[in-house]
């Protein structure tokens, strides 16, 4: 005879005498089950699991594809920033001038002209070849 061990509907632990042959398949049982319930734990994941850990899931309402594209656009001006920050020690110093005083002072190409006493024509075919030249660079 053998005693074997559960609990009972309340939750307390109940002992019964069995046979040998019945503990024994009991046990099985019970192995078996522990073994089932390890493999599913360890090849699966909970989705509590998941956003505990700090994921989470997109909405019907979220375009993924939309939200895919815009991330794509952001890592291709990170590489023509990088390429155009690679190219300016190749610019003359009025050339650097120039497109720090239109793109990081934002003043127009009028302003540039009466701050430096030169025609607008001059100012916007320094801006063309400024251009032409960084186009060719970042190629």
Same mark, same amino acid.
């Given at each position: 005879?053998?005693t074997?061990?559960?609990?009972d509907?309340?939750?307390?632990?109940? $002992?019964?005498e %069995? /046979?040998?042959?019945?503990?024994?398949?009991? =046990?099985k049982?019970?192995?078996k089950?522990? =073994?089932?319930? $390890?493999y599913?734990s360890?090849? /699966?994941?909970?989705?509590?699991s998941?956003?505990? /850990?700090? &994921?989470? !899931?997109?909405?019907?309402?979220?375009?993924?594809?939309?939200?895919?594209?815009?991330r794509e656009?952001?890592?291709?001006?990170?590489?023509?920033?990088r390429k155009l920050?690679?190219?300016?020690p190749?610019?003359?110093?009025?050339?650097?001038s120039?497109i &720090?005083?239109i !793109?990081?002072?934002?003043m $127009?190409?009028?302003e540039?002209? =009466?701050?430096?006493? %030169?025609?607008e024509?001059? %100012?916007?075919?320094r801006?063309? =070849?400024? !251009?032409?030249?960084?186009k060719?660079?970042?190629?």
């Amino acid at each position: 005879m053998a005693t074997i061990y559960f609990k009972d509907e309340q939750g307390k632990k109940v $002992s019964v005498e %069995v /046979s040998n042959e019945i503990a024994k398949q009991y =046990r099985k049982s019970l192995q078996k089950e522990w =073994r089932n319930e $390890s493999y599913e734990s360890y090849y /699966s994941t909970s989705l509590e699991s998941i956003m505990e /850990s700090g &994921h989470d !899931f997109a909405d019907e309402k979220t375009d993924t594809e939309e939200l895919f594209l815009e991330r794509e656009e952001k890592v291709k001006l990170k590489v023509l920033m990088r390429k155009l920050r690679a190219a300016l020690p190749f610019l003359t110093e009025l050339q650097r001038s120039t497109i &720090h005083k239109i !793109f990081v002072m934002n003043m $127009s190409q009028a302003e540039v002209a =009466r701050k430096e006493a %030169v025609s607008e024509q001059a %100012v916007s075919d320094r801006v063309k =070849r400024l !251009f032409a030249k960084l186009k060719k660079l970042i190629k």
